[in-house]
């Protein structure tokens, strides 16, 4: 079992920045790939960020493409967001989320992931 919890999220100001933390449990979390994903209210969850443990490739939705981005701290078993620019429509709850599969997956799906956090929520006020 892996347990995440996310932390960083808060309220900020269009053209903000703000980093968000996801600490995980277990004693492999180098070998976890590792995204993050965000809900709007009344929105279906959407791919944000990724990084894949074996390569450490990152991954990005094209509309955050240029302003986050992800890494992580195996040392520390925490991924991180760094969110640059913020906008209004950036307004959501994220959720960090591990995967544990072997082998090639794609990362942008909600389905390739074993494990979520409860989610942190970022608001940007314009």
């Known amino acids: 079992q892996v347990q995440l919890v996310e932390t960083g999220g808060g309220l900020v100001q269009a053209g903000g920045s703000r980093r968000l933390s996801c600490a995980a449990s277990?004693?492999?979390?180098?070998?976890?790939?590792m995204s993050w994903f965000r809900q709007a209210p009344g929105r279906e969850r959407e791919f944000v960020a990724a990084?894949?443990?074996?390569?450490?490739?990152?991954y990005y939705a094209d509309s955050v493409k240029g302003r986050f981005t992800i890494s992580r701290d195996n040392a520390k078993n925490t991924v991180y967001l760094q969110m640059n620019s913020l906008e209004p429509e950036d307004t959501a709850v994220y959720y960090c989320?591990?995967?544990?599969?072997?082998?090639?997956?794609?990362?942008?799906?909600?389905?390739?992931?074993?494990?979520w956090g409860q989610g942190t929520q970022v608001t940007v006020s314009s």
């Open positions: 990084v894949r443990w074996s390569d450490a490739s990152t």
């Open positions: 277990g004693r492999t979390f180098s070998t976890y790939d």
């Open positions: 989320a591990a995967s544990l599969l072997r082998g090639w997956s794609d990362l942008t799906l909600s389905r390739t992931y074993n494990y």
